[in-house]
Structures are given as C-alpha cells and as structure tokens.
C-alpha cells in the first residue's frame, strides 16, 4: 500500500516537474527562432548517422553549409529504404528550399521530382537515370580512378599476392570502386589474386562485414579494401584482429584501426552536400547531371590530405616501401589525369573493363 | 449500453490510457535532456503526425498509410492470441505476402480492378501457408510456436533478400531490388502527395471481419474457447489442434494481407532491406490495444503517428533525436506490461473512493 502511494506520488512528481521546465524551456525555443537563416534544406539520410564513412561524411557536408552560409540545414536520418519515401515525403511538406537525398533509389526520386515540380531537389551522390527533371540535381563522384591508385598501392604492397574487397552489393555504382581497384592491382601485380564479396546491400551491418573479411583473411588475402558503409567498420576490425590491412573508404578512416589501415579512398559527399546547398543560396541552382572525380579533387586519398596516421603506426616493412608506392601512385595519377591512361569505369563500361568481370 | 457493459469498456481502457499517459510523462523527462521543452516537443510530434496543412502536403494521411500495415499486422497477432497461439510469426508472414505481390504484380498480365485482388488473395493464402506451418508443427510434433515463429522470420527476410538480390532482381540500381508491379496491380491512393490508399480501407474492413468472426460467429467462438480455456473447448467437443492450425492460417493470411498492401500500395516494389520490424510493430499494437480488433485500430494510428512525428516533427522541426519516438512507444509498451501496478492503483483508489463517496444508492464508478 505504501509502495504504490510512493509511485503514485513520483508521477506527481514527474508531472510537476513536466510543467514547471516545460515553462522555462519555452523561451529557449523562442530564442532560437530570432536567428532564423533566409533558406532552409534538409538531407534524408539512407541509414542513421555513425557510419564513419559515407553517411557522416555528407553530414559534415551540411555542418559546413550550416556555419558558412546563411541557411539552416537539417539532417533526417531513416532507418533503412522503407522509410525514404515518408522521410522525403515529409521534407517536401516542410516545404525546405530543397531537399536532399543521398543514396535513395532513382525512379523514387525522379517520381517525386515530378510529382513537386515546385521543389527543388538534390542528389549529392550518384543515382542511376537516364535523365533527370529540370527540379532534381545529381551529382556523380567518379571513383574509379582513384579506386585504381588504392589498388595500385595494394597491388605493391601485398605479400601473400592474394588481396580482397568487400563490397556492399553488385550494383555499377559500387563495382566502380571494385574494378578501379582490382584493375590497378593487376596492373603492378599482374599474377595477384583479387578475392570480392558482396554483401546483398546490407550497408549497416558491421557484423557481416567482419565475417567477410575474416573469411578472406583466411583464404589468404593480406589487405582488403571495404567499399560497404557500416558494414565494412566489420572489415577494419577484422584487420586488427588479425592484425593484418585494410583498405578505408568515403570518409577518412585511417585513424579507426591505426596501423592496420593503409590508406582511405575518401569520396567527398561532404563537397557535393555543400555544393547543392550552396548553389540554392547563389541562386545558380540548376537540374541535371554533375560529374566530379579525381581530377576535381572530389575522389582523393587520405594521403593527399597529408594522413601519415599509416606511416607512423605501420610496420617497418611496409612503412619503407611507402616513399616508392607513392612515387608509383603520383606517376599513373599524372597520366590518368592527362588522359594517358585509361581506368575502366563500371557506370559507363568500355573494353577496359572486359577483363575485370 | 448498460452500466456493466460500460464498466467492461471502462476497464479495458484504464490501462492503455494510463500507459500511454505515463510513458509520455517519462518520456518528457528525456526530452528535458536535450535542452528542448516537452510540451513543444509533443506539440510538435502530434502535429506532425496528426496535422494536415493541405491536401497534398498531409501528415494525417501519412500517418493513416504509415498505420495500415500495422492494422493487419496486429489483428494477425489478434486471432492467433485470442486462440492461444503465441504467434511472433507476423513479420515473416508478411514478408512472404511482399514477396508473392512483387512476384505477381510484375508476371501476371490481368485487367485493373481484378489484379490487387488476385495478388491480395495469393499472398493471404502464401502467408496462411507460412503461417500453418508452425501450427501444424505444434499440434503434430510438439514445438513451441514462439520458437518456431521467430526462426521462420528470420527465412523470410532471408529468402527475401535472396529474392531480391537474384531471381527478382530488376535492373542494376544502386540497390538490389524488384522491378515496378505492372499499374494494374496498383492500389489506388486517395490524395496525390501521400500513398494512403484503399489498403486502410481493406484493413479497416479486415478490423471488422475479425471482430465479427471472434465475436459473433460459432466458428470464432470455437477459437476464442480453445485459447481462454482449452479443457472447457475440448470437453464440449471443439477439436482444439483443429482450431489451432485454423488460427495459424487465419492470421498467417492477415500478416501476408499487410505485405500485399505495402506492395501494392506503396512500394510497387520489393527492395532489399524492405522489413522493417512492421510485423514485430504489430505484436505491441495488437498488445497495447487490449488483443482486441477495435484496439488495434487505434493503437495502430498512434503508433505510425508517434513514429512519423519523431521521424518528421522532432528530428527535423526540433532536432531531437528520432530514436525519441521509438523510445515513447517502448516506454508504453513497459507500462502495458506492468498492467498489474495500475491495476493494483486503480483498486487502491477505489476502495478509497468506496470509503469517502458521498452515500447515495449508485457511485460513479459503480462498485464491484
């Protein structure tokens, strides 16, 4: 009996106390809507923040735009492609001077762009159309090149001459990291084994990802380069736990396992972000294809940003050979960037690729 | 209504109302967290979710789309319960719904108007399919349903993906999914700008086709006996192994409905990662709505609007963390099943009240 007098007086309490913050709290929220910014956007995100590559990295994108430019950015994260439609749905009835997208399916967001011909739409990565409607800007991020350079280094630092890739699905958009990769392998590795998986686009599964890469290990790869989201986290654990290597992606992840990650393949969706918004604030926003990659700066290593985080946590062995890997590396960057050489591109297949199926 | 009757209503309703309440008040005291007030907070969730500034930019009808597979769902795990099967099955049933309506959406070539229907029956027996099979195993050989229904869910989202990722695959998108349904198998929606459709329609009347079934029909009283008591049910002659397969079909058929739905009328398509714990969803509407179809009706809007509003309302008007939502309804759900303290509370105050009423012949709560 004088237990439950004790709960029903602690709802009280919750109750009093419910009103009395609740009254103080307001005018905080009142503040805050004296700096409102001249324009608004929102991100629907394909899964919730916290992947440390991908997701987060067009994250920053909008952090940027927040505290560079007069808008007032929003991030709405889902828990997987369900939840898209009634993400983007209800962004479109904020009515945001546009919406973004990253990474939701094409005929969606096409579909949507033409249902609201009033809004302005975004994709900061690159959705698969064959045209898009004057409201909807895409931007593609050309990885393929710079894929290649990772397997370059891979390809001459592997000692088992059995390396890997873990890859979220088998789509063009994502073998376009693969075979860049597997094609500059071959190129200084020519007898070099490449071992992939896919994932069956679980992109938000560290522990599969794990099990992948585990099981390469065990087939007798040294390094694997991850091209899988959260999921591919499961890759970079298991390099440490085998402390064996490991290959980083989207954003910069050679602090994560220091040591055991060589280097990152970082595609910058934070650029791409920031520009969309940038181009509502200008003014100078139109629909359609972008095309960005390496020689814009937008796909890049994390070498190329000065990370040393491998140099100086890296095993001696490999560490040496570094200067020469580099040397390698900036030789066929000059010629790819020259138009000396070509790096097959899955999203628009050319006799390159034949030999990388 | 007589007073019993009213006293009956009364009661099945105290629990959930205080459940929801509390949960919203501990709830509050999360928010206080983040710095933001409780009372915006929930203004904004339920506007969010509740609110409808025009036709074409409604969150109610979002909400009333978001709620329909939760519906069927839950009056799935309805039947099953009532008859004693504690089914968890839902989730792969409805799954199995999907995959049938992609499948056949897309292959089968049939006019406008009889086309969603064929599909909508196949996926209800495929679903009724998968959903035998665990009652059949419990009544032949013994095993424990729960634990049979939770292993089947997890082949469902499995063969899903698998479906997805080869046999259905469509073209080579950025992700693995199925190719559009053909138009004619589409469900045909109410307003442009959200996909509540005639699948809420179909969910309302499934609502009250269970409804009447368990309560109006010999075959439902059958059904109702064998789960509240199966000695009763089997000394008056009603087969209860009978019954209890029949259940498993039944709401196998409701959950395959809702996956049927959610193809024909929203997706158009099956897509990796495409379940979403809707059919899990279903067994807390189907609990916290008194294991009753009227219930499950309103739970279910509450639950797609408390999560719509913190995916919509708090995470993008506030900046409060969406997971807020899920929190709410986790919260709720704690409550329902510390049932015992309210009603213990409720007792207390009773008698309390029994003590210092004022003495006429009848009191408002009436006495027990």
């Given at each position: 009996m004088k237990k439950r007098l004790t709960l029903i007086a602690l709802m009280l309490i919750f109750a009093v106390l419910l009103a009395s913050c609740g009254g103080a709290a307001d005018t905080g929220g009142d503040e805050g809507g004296?700096?409102?910014?001249a324009f608004n956007a929102a991100i629907v995100m394909p899964n919730p923040l916290g992947d440390r590559s991908f997701i987060d990295s067009s994250a920053r994108g909008i952090e940027q735009a927040n505290s560079e430019l007069d808008v007032d950015a929003v991030i709405v994260e889902t828990q997987g492609v369900a939840e898209h439609e009634a993400a983007l749905r209800g962004a479109i009835q904020q009515g945001y001077d546009i919406v973004l997208g990253l990474a939701i399916d094409a005929e969606l967001f096409v579909n949507l762009a033409e249902e609201f011909p009033d809004q302005k739409f975004g994709s900061p990565s690159e959705i698969f159309a064959e045209d898009l409607p004057d409201n909807l800007a895409a931007y593609t991020i050309n990885v393929h090149e710079s894929s290649f350079l990772v397997g370059l280094i891979v390809g001459s630092l592997t000692e088992t001459k059995t390396v890997g890739a873990v890859v979220g699905g088998d789509a063009p958009a994502l073998n376009q990291f693969y075979w860049g990769y597997k094609q500059g392998v071959l190129e200084v590795c020519p007898d070099c084994e490449v071992l992939v998986s896919y994932l069956g686009f679980d992109f938000a599964n560290p522990t599969l990802g794990q099990e992948t890469a585990i099981a390469q290990y065990d087939a007798g790869a040294d390094i694997i380069y991850q091209v899988a989201g959260l999921s591919g986290e499961g890759v970079l654990s298991a390099a440490a736990e085998r402390d064996l290597y490991a290959i980083g992606v989207d954003?910069?992840?050679?602090?994560?396992?220091p040591g055991n990650i060589i280097v990152s393949m970082i595609k910058r969706v934070d650029v791409t972000t920031y520009n969309l918004i940038q181009s509502v604030v200008d003014g100078t926003y139109t629909g359609g294809f972008s095309e960005l990659g390496l020689a814009d700066g937008?796909?890049?290593?994390?070498w190329d940003e000065g990370s040393t985080t491998f140099a100086d946590n890296g095993p001696a062995s490999m560490v040496d050979q570094l200067p020469a890997v580099q040397e390698l590396v900036e030789e066929y960057r000059a010629q790819i960037l020259a138009g000396e050489y070509e790096v097959c591109n899955a999203l628009v297949e050319t006799p390159v690729c034949d030999p990388l199926k | 209504m007589d007073r019993a009757r009213r006293r009956k209503i009364f009661d099945a309703m105290t629990v959930p109302v205080l459940s929801i309440i509390s949960g919203l008040l501990v709830a509050a005291i999360l928010v206080l967290f983040t710095g933001e007030s409780p009372w915006e907070a929930y203004k904004t969730l339920f506007s969010a979710s509740f609110g409808c500034a025009e036709l074409s930019r409604c969150a109610l009808f979002s909400m009333l789309e978001r709620a329909t597979p939760l519906i069927l769902t839950g009056l799935s795990a309805v039947v099953a319960f009532r008859s004693g099967m504690f089914s968890l099955g839902q989730e792969g049933q409805m799954m199995i719904g999907s995959i049938m309506a992609a499948w056949l959406g897309y292959v089968v070539m049939l006019p406008a108007g009889i086309h969603p229907v064929f599909v909508m029956l196949v996926a209800m027996a495929a679903g009724g399919a998968y959903g035998w099979i665990p009652g059949w195993l419990k009544v032949r050989l013994g095993v424990n349903e729960i634990i049979s229904t939770i292993v089947m869910n997890s082949i469902a989202i499995l063969f899903l993906e698998y479906v997805v990722n080869f046999p259905l695959r469509a073209d080579a998108g950025a992700t693995a999914h199925s190719h559009i349904i053909h138009e004619t198998a589409w469900l045909p929606t109410f307003f442009p700008g959200s996909r509540w459709g005639f699948g809420f329609i179909i969910a309302l009347a499934a609502a009250a086709a269970v409804y009447y079934f368990l309560w109006h029909s010999s075959s439902g009283y059958q059904q109702r006996m064998a789960g509240q008591a199966p000695l009763f049910a089997r000394f008056g002659g009603i087969y209860n192994e009978r019954i209890a397969i029949r259940s498993m079909f039944i709401s196998g058929a409701l959950a395959g409905l809702a996956g049927a739905i959610e193809v024909l009328g929203v997706h158009h398509r099956i897509i990796t990662g495409f379940s979403v714990n809707l059919g899990f969803d279903g067994l807390s509407v189907a609990i916290l709505g008194q294991v009753h179809p009227i219930g499950v009706v309103i739970v279910g809007m509450l639950i797609a609007g408390v999560r719509l509003g913190a995916q919509l309302g708090l995470q993008i008007q506030m900046g409060i963390p969406r997971e807020l939502g899920g929190t709410v309804i986790a919260l709720i759900i704690l409550f329902v099943a510390a049932e015992k303290f309210f009603q213990n509370n409720i007792d207390t105050f009773r008698q309390f009240w029994e003590r210092i009423r004022p003495k006429e012949p009848v009191g408002e709560l009436g006495e027990d």
């Open positions: 004296e700096e409102a910014a954003s910069n992840q050679d602090d994560i396992q937008a796909a890049a290593l994390s | -």
